[in-house]
């Protein structure tokens, strides 16, 4: 398995086979609604393009025979009252279904550990939904800990 940054030559490829399929996933477990199929691959390519001209992000992606998964990181500093200490922050990470149970998902997370390491991070970061118990152990199993929670209500109009 090749582990490499994302390229502005296999973007469309990359949209079509794992990021598009990683937000319907992502609309399916009712975290966001997706806009139509054209907002999402116009609005995603710009996101995309963004995200591998930046060097303080990273969209990592598992090949082997084809695309397998990918990781996309970020590093961030805290406010300015705060010692500034980098982290780096998981945004993504996701495994074509056939590829699930076969080590991508720890390789990934171990890329962008190891990216993180190269920018001088002292922790990483990332947010996964309570019900995803695939995710939950796969992050679990890498080390990672719960140190805060995100509560979410709904706004009621009416009231």
Known sequence: ??????????LEAFLDELWVPAQREMAALGVHTLQD?????????RHL?????????????AREEGLLGYA?????MPPPIFEQRQACHVNELFVRES??????????????????ADNDCDRLTLTVDADNRPARELYAAAGYGTTR??????VDPAE
Do not use: H
């Open 99 to 116: 590829a699930r149970r076969r080590g991508v998902g720890t390789r990934l997370l171990e890329a962008v550990e190891a990216w993180a």
């Open 37 to 45: 199929d054209d907002t999402v691959r116009v609005e995603g390519k």
């Open 49 to 61: 393009r963004a995200r591998i001209d930046d060097e303080r992000s990273l969209v990592c992606v």
């Open 149 to 154: 929670e995100t509560m979410t209500k709904p």
């Open 72 to 76: 996309a990181a970020e590093l961030q």
């Open 1 to 10: 398995m090749e582990l490499a940054r994302l390229t502005a030559a296999e």
